[in-house]
């Protein structure tokens, strides 16, 4: 069975065949699911799923770096903060910075990123690190703040082998490996021929970064099994392999309970 460390079934995308899409990833071997947050708005949706299969869904809490806004952040990282306090959260995220869409509100972005990984470190928690288009900017932070001893999942990697290199010297972060993988010039190939297999986390970001050869529709948790499926090939072993390795990985991280968090 797998873990999908990183997958939106909450959003509306979903409303129509929620109890469905989470049927087809049981039958194709995802038996639990990480849902990392947004933005407050999404809480109540986030905690109804969750609600409906607590033994599966287990939740994360953050701000995305795409919702930081200058009128409403300091009270949205208040709510993640608070939150954190009443509910065993598995981890804060997603969180990081995100040059693609906007590099007018960096400043901002910077600040946010920060103070959640404070509020990680308060609470023992690992981060799930967006980076898009931001790696020096996401590097400058965390070798600054070296002292926090940080743990965590670089979501949706996608760097060259510089930055694979630099994030594997922190030594205490894997690599969550999704779709991308499976696109013909993303050039990942050689990237993910140099990982180690304990350094491996799979997700979808479903609705988002559909496999190969769905690009182009909905993403949802089932098709873990193709990623798995590409790292198997990638790796040359057997997916039943790659299914272990990366389970086991995402337990310790998540929910290992000598690390203060939940057991599953």
Known sequence: MMIDTHTHLYLEDFDGDFNETVARAELAGVDTFVFPAIEKSTFEKM?????????????????????????????????????IKNFPYV???EIGIDCYWTTENISL????????????????????????????????????????????????????????????????????????????????????????????VLETDSPYLTPAPFRGKRNESANLVLIAKKIAEIKNMNIETVAEQTTLNAKKLFFDSENGKLNT
């Open 109 to 200: 972005q910077i600040q946010a990123f920060e103070r959640q990984i404070e509020i990680a470190c308060t609470h023992n928690l690992p981060v799930i690190i967006h980076a898009r288009n931001s790696f020096n900017e996401i590097f400058a932070i965390l070798d600054k703040r070296s002292d926090l001893n940080l743990r965590g999942i670089f979501h949706a990697f996608s760097g060259n082998a510089d930055d694979y290199e630099k994030i594997k010297s922190y030594g205490n972060f894997l690599f969550g490996l999704g779709g991308i993988i499976t696109f013909k010039n993303s050039g990942m190939t050689a990237i993910v021929e140099k990982m180690q297999m304990n350094e491996i």
């Open 47 to 83: 905690m109804s799923t969750h609600l409906r299969y607590p033994q599966k869904i287990f939740l994360a809490a953050g701000l995305h770096p795409v919702s930081v806004r200058e009128e409403t952040y300091k009270q949205e990282l208040d709510f993640v903060e608070n939150t």
């Open 91 to 93: 981890a804060v995220g």
